[in-house]
């Protein structure tokens, strides 16, 4: 990792990926070698961008300021690297709130080049592309991908590399957090309120899935990740089930309130929009009727990665991060 306190240099050979997410805002930068692709550097600075949003869908001034404070950071590392080699994108919150432009015209100030505002289609068909780059071990079954963000989720269902179906459904770990946590108390009536608000959401479009099958599902959110760390710190294999689910749930029940939540294991940033992100997953595993769900090592960022390498096929290889 490159020091905070020194300007990294980087070559044409390195590629970037700005992922401006409701929850987190992210910068991949990767090197190809050959037919590998390698991860030298990851920041990553929890935003939450999302619960900057107001009734009215407006950003406060707080939320702008943090997000370009944020970006001031990511423009040290963009600066060697050719502008071909860079993609820098927005999603969920930026799609949703009324004074987007604003923010998106500041921080086009401070960037090597222009935001792309995904629409949520193409940023569930890009989150598609990095999960079947990544899960290379189920290459050839039909898949489910499940994208839990900040403001918004993601279904998509695929075959190998290319997505049958795609949607986008306004719901997501900060934005539920806000509407059905906001006391900060782990009750399971706000657990309950939480899962019976995302099942209203998920339900209209099941028949749009389920029509098409799968045979696995995959998830690529910090919400699964959190679980996954859960899970890891136990001994178990890393596999999300109903039972599993309820567990966690009754076990945040048990904490009270979300500044008391503690899980061995657990990354201690993901813990504040856990018990919402968790009432999505439990409602779509009831709504959709998930038996079982695997961690995606890749999602957004690495869709787009995908997309401006020189050699777009399958046959680059991600190798293990040198930390």
């Not at 805002?25 to 929890?46: A, D, M, Q, S």
């Not at 959190?226 to 567990?247: K, P």
Request: charged share 15%; proline share 2%; net charge positive.
């Amino acid at each position: 990792m490159t020091s905070l306190n020194t300007t990294p240099q980087y070559d044409e050979h390195h590629y970037a990926v700005v992922d401006l997410g409701s929850n987190s805002f992210h910068l991949l930068i990767t090197r190809l070698t050959g037919n590998h692709i390698e991860t030298v550097n990851k920041v990553k600075r929890k935003v939450r961008l999302a619960a900057g949003l107001n009734n009215d869908n407006a950003l406060s001034d707080e939320a702008i300021n943090l997000g370009l404070d944020c970006l001031k950071l990511f423009a040290t590392h963009l600066s060697s690297i050719p502008k071909k080699n860079i993609r820098i994108v927005a999603t969920a919150t930026l799609r949703i709130a009324t004074n987007s432009d604003a923010f998106l015209q500041a921080a086009n100030s401070i960037l090597p080049l222009e935001i792309n505002l995904l629409s949520g289609i193409k940023e569930a068909n890009t989150i598609y592309s990095g999960v079947a780059h990544t899960c290379h071990g189920t290459v050839t079954q039909k898949r489910l991908v499940i994208d839990i963000g900040g403001a918004s989720t993601e279904l998509i269902v695929g075959e190998k590399f290319t997505a049958l179906h795609a949607i986008s459904l306004n719901l997501g770990c900060v934005s539920f957090k806000a509407r059905y946590f906001s006391d900060e108390r782990l009750s399971t009536n706000n657990f309950n309120k939480a899962i019976t608000a995302a099942s209203k959401i998920i339900t209209p479009v099941i028949n749009q899935f389920t029509q098409h099958g799968w045979q696995t599902v995959v998830g690529s959110s910090g919400t699964m990740q959190a679980l996954a760390e859960f899970l890891c710190y136990q001994g178990q294999s890393i596999i999300i089930t109903t039972d599993f689910l309820q567990q966690v749930k009754e076990m945040l029940i048990d904490c009270k309130t979300i500044d008391n939540i503690h899980l061995a294991g657990v990354r201690a940033d993901r813990l504040p929009v856990l018990a919402s992100g968790l009432s999505i997953l439990i409602a779509l595993f009831n709504c959709i009727g998930i038996k079982e769900l695997t961690l995606s090592s890749g999602a957004l960022r690495e869709g787009l990665l995908f997309e401006m390498l020189p050699q777009r096929k399958p046959a680059i290889i991600f190798a293990k991060h040198k930390s």
